[in-house]
């Protein structure tokens, strides 16, 4: 299955761009190459989170965002209620999406640094999006701690130790935008923190999440594959073994 | 203190598809351009690893960084306007290229009927077709006066199509290049639509089917169906962009010059003259004026209203009144359809951004308005443009966005879901317009642009038509279950839906009904031109960039003309 995926040669590629005819763009496309049809196993750039225990260099992950271990906890569960592990594979603690979440916050998914965070503030309609002054790292600090304190008022017990369906209740009640969170919307914190379990689910693993294309193999997406060309006319559905970026 | 450097022809307000056109244009004819573009410069080596979903289709790695600038949007005049935030409903352009290098490239022209809108509608139908709040107008220049600019674009691209379309204008010339492949998903199409009493056609597409060199002499590779196209740049300059064409063209004249990191924060004007524009180094915090004897507007509709309206240059709209044009007829795109659940699976995955079947039976005035509450239409598309499993999570209606449920059906239905979609035209209300917001403002201190949009009836009614006949044509393709869209509601700027912006700067036959004349001049400047889709009075039921490049050629001969006779060119 994985040789065939391969299945385009660097000469038949040359070809079918026309490169070989002619002109070269700069040199990019020829550099590109390089290691392309190698057999190099596709290999996730970052190890240091790994909790499944693939990889020789695993040791006790690194956090670059979360400080304590209950929030983080709680951000674990939280994902993995999300996505579920199940019969289908892997869910997000497996696939590593809360230390992805971790490193996302830290950098400038976390600190909005390409999104308009002047002010005035103002509460819009629900049309106008995102209006909060809070960044996203600092909604996922409150909705974190909301979500502890939401399990506490419902259950007498902290987010981490509730059975399943009552962590589903309490996330219900953020979705449906029941809770208060200073400074945001329960509604938008669900919204950040379920866009943020399925990106980590679904990056390449060079982000952190994605453990051993876990997420690719069970949707059934081959990441990164130079072309298609030679494929796409067939009538039959194709399968691929995933290829991370990081293996070209 | 602001430096005022040497002074050019012709400067140009960003680098993208219309930037790039006049530059080449121009520069072939002799003229001295500087081309001002906010962003960085960038080309094909840069996209050597651009198969990342995460960092380019969700987190918008190419477009507008929006902690610069932004607009703000309401739903309507009684709302208080609220700034875009983030991205989201469409995608704006940024860097050398702009949005000409992550777009998808089907490229069309627009129909007879776009450009005579009124007439036409009035002839067939009366006067009362649509209440006088929808500010329908003809554009002032007609299909066929525009086909030799759509034909010079078209090879200037290399589009590949199979001209087998039924209901088009009229061609001097084929398509450049042979249709792109057709796939088993768009023969599944053909055949549906075909059965259904429709004549489906191959989109023309900026994915070339085979190498080509055009008429400047560049080079665009052919298209490898990598599925990393819509919001990626190319890495095999295989999808044709201005940074491969228009701006080598330009380059290699020694006539240009682009510079990067200039932000325009104002057209100088003097007089009835606009004597240059002033800008600002991003980097080195420095401001400079670059005086131009011609100053062209190509910084795409947003910021071409913009830039207008801080310079007070024409008489803003006022929806009260109903008197100005700067503003007026912003119009968006509707986005009816319809998904198919199969049993079986499909290679989704695999395509291209242009790769597509489609037909126009129910476009424009090809089929009879008279008992419906709306007029024009939408080109119906299956398009196989490669699904992403971040922004790919079919579900059926009903089941929850989360947890186990979700996870089973968004995976299962990844390869088995198909959708067969509209673009719908877009009609221009008297509500539906852009002004100047007075609260909020960019990090240069400007003024932001304000939008005030919502949908009109004509465009729920038109949205549930043609709905309606996607989900038959999913039907016919033997899907298992079929979801048509949900009506039409409040327009939201959260979700993605196109970056087919169009108006605010419309071109007209008279000065009373447009901000330029048909060389896209400035009704009160003679050495003032405005490019780009805010030109469109009306947008049409198809993407705009065909009509936008035919506009830009169109441009560059009016600038070109202007600087050897000067005065009005009309
Ligand atoms: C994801 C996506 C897919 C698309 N697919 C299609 C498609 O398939 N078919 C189609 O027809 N169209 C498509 N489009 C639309 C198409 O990309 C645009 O119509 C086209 O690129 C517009 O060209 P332009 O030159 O008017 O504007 P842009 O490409 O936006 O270029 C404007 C440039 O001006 C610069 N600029 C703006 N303000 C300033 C300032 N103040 N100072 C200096 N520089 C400034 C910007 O940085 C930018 O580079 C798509 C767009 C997107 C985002
Ligand atoms: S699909 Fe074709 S045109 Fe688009 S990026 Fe890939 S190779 Fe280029």
Redesign the pocket.
């Known amino acids: 299955m994985s040789q065939e995926g391969k299945n385009l040669s660097r000469r038949d590629f040359l070809k079918t761009t026309g490169i070989a005819t002619g002109t070269l763009v700069g040199g990019g496309i020829i550099g590109g190459l390089i290691g392309y049809n190698t057999n190099k196993k596709s290999k996730p750039s970052n190890n240091a989170n790994n909790t499944t225990g693939h990889d020789e260099h695993s040791g006790i992950p690194a956090r670059m965002f979360f400080m304590s271990q209950t929030d983080f906890q709680v951000l674990s569960n939280a994902t993995e209620r999300i996505f579920p592990k199940d019969d289908l594979g892997a869910g997000a603690i497996d696939l590593g999406v809360p230390y992805f979440i971790d490193r996302q916050l830290a950098g400038n998914y976390g600190s909005n640094s390409r999104e308009y965070m002047k002010g005035p503030f103002a509460v819009g309609a629900p049309t106008q999006g995102y209006q909060s002054h809070l960044n996203r790292a600092e909604i996922f600090t409150q909705g974190i701690i909301a979500l502890e304190k939401e399990s506490k008022k419902r259950y007498k017990k902290g987010f981490s130790d509730l059975s399943e369906k009552q962590m589903d209740e309490v996330l219900t009640a953020f979705q449906k935008d029941e809770v208060k969170i200073p400074g945001a919307s329960s509604a938008m914190f669900f919204g950040l923190l379920r866009s943020a379990t399925l990106e980590g689910a679904y990056s390449d693993p060079m982000y952190g999440g994605n453990k051993n294309l876990e997420g690719w193999k069970m949707k059934g997406f081959p990441g990164h594959q130079m072309?298609y060309i030679s494929e796409i006319e067939k009538d039959e559905f194709k399968k691929y073994e995933p290829k991370s970026l990081g293996s070209i | 203190m602001v430096k005022t450097l040497p002074k050019v022809d012709v400067v140009t307000v960003g680098v993208g598809w219309t930037g790039g056109i006049i530059a080449a244009e121009c520069a072939k004819a002799g003229l001295k351009v500087v081309g001002l573009e906010r962003g960085q410069k960038r080309g094909t080596s840069d996209y050597q690893q651009i198969h990342d979903e995460y960092r380019y289709a969700i987190r918008y790695d190419l477009m507008q960084d929006l902690s610069r600038e932004t607009i703000t949007f309401r739903n309507n005049r009684k709302m208080k306007a609220l700034p875009m935030r983030q991205l989201g409903s469409f995608l704006l352009g940024e860097g050398l290229g702009g949005s000409g290098t992550h777009w998808n490239?089907q490229t069309f022209r627009f129909l007879p009927y776009d450009f005579q809108i009124k007439t036409m509608t009035e002839k067939k139908y009366g006067k009362n077709k649509l209440s006088t709040d929808y500010l329908i107008q003809d554009w002032g220049l007609t299909y066929d006066e525009l086909e030799p600019y759509f034909d010079t674009f078209e090879k200037t691209t290399g589009i590949s199509g199979d001209g087998k379309n039924k209901h088009g204008g009229k061609r001097s010339n084929p398509y450049p290049t042979p249709a792109m492949k057709t796939t088993p998903l768009l023969k599944k199409f053909e055949k549906a639509s075909g059965k259904l009493g429709y004549s489906p056609y191959m989109m023309p597409s900026a994915?070339?089917s085979e190498p080509y060199k055009n008429p400047d002499g560049e080079q665009i590779n052919a298209?490898?169906?990598?599925?990393?196209?819509e919001r990626?740049?190319?890495?095999?300059g295989?999808?044709t962009s201005p940074e491969i064409t228009v701006v080598p063209t330009a380059t290699k004249t020694g006539n240009f010059e682009p510079r990067f990191h200039a932000n325009v924060v104002e057209v100088v004007k003097k007089g009835n003259k606009v004597t240059g524009v002033k800008y600002i180094d991003t980097i080195s915090g420095e401001e400079f004026i670059q005086p131009a004897d011609v100053v062209v507007l190509t910084s795409y509709v947003m910021n071409n209203a913009k830039l207008l309206m801080v310079s007070n240059i024409g008489e803003m709209y006022d929806p009260t009144t109903g008197k100005g044009t700067l503003g007026r007829n912003y119009c968006y795109q509707i986005l009816p359809g319809a998904s198919g659940f199969f049993d079986e699976q499909y290679n989704t995955f695999m395509?291209?951004?242009a790769l597509g079947m489609c037909f126009d039976d129910l476009n424009g005035d090809n089929f009879d308005h008279s008992d419906l509450k709306f007029i024009h239409g939408a080109n119906v598309a299956l398009t196989q443009t490669?699904t992403r499993p971040i922004g790919t999570n079919p579900i059926l209606p009903d089941t929850p966005t989360w947890g186990a449920e979700f996870k089973k059906q968004s995976i299962e239905n990844f390869t088995r879901s198909l959708g067969v979609g509209g673009q719908g035209a877009s009609m221009p209300h008297k509500e539906n317009y852009l002004s100047l917001d007075n609260v909020y403002k960019d990090s240069y201190g400007v003024p932001l642009l304000q939008m005030t949009y919502n949908f009109t009836d004509q465009d729920k009614a038109l949205h549930k038509h043609i709905s309606k006949k996607c989900g038959d044509i999913l039907k016919e393709m033997g899907a298992k279950t079929v979801v048509v869209n949900s009506d039409l509601d409040q327009y939201n700027i959260v979700p993605y839906q196109s970056t087919h912006n169009t108006g605010g700067t419309v071109m007209s036959l008279t000065p009373e009904e447009g901000v330029v004349n048909n060389y896209l001049q400035h009704w009160d400047v003679d050495n003032l031109f405005v490019v780009g889709a805010g030109n469109f009075s009306n947008n049409s039921g198809y993407n705009p960039t065909g009509t936008v490049g035919a506009l830009s050629y169109r441009c560059a001969e009016g600038i070109i003309k202007y600087s050897k006779k000067g005065g009005s060119l009309v």
């Open positions: 072309a | 490239g994915n070339l298209c490898q169906y990598c599925g990393f196209c990626f740049g190319c890495e095999y295989a999808k395509g291209a951004g490669g």
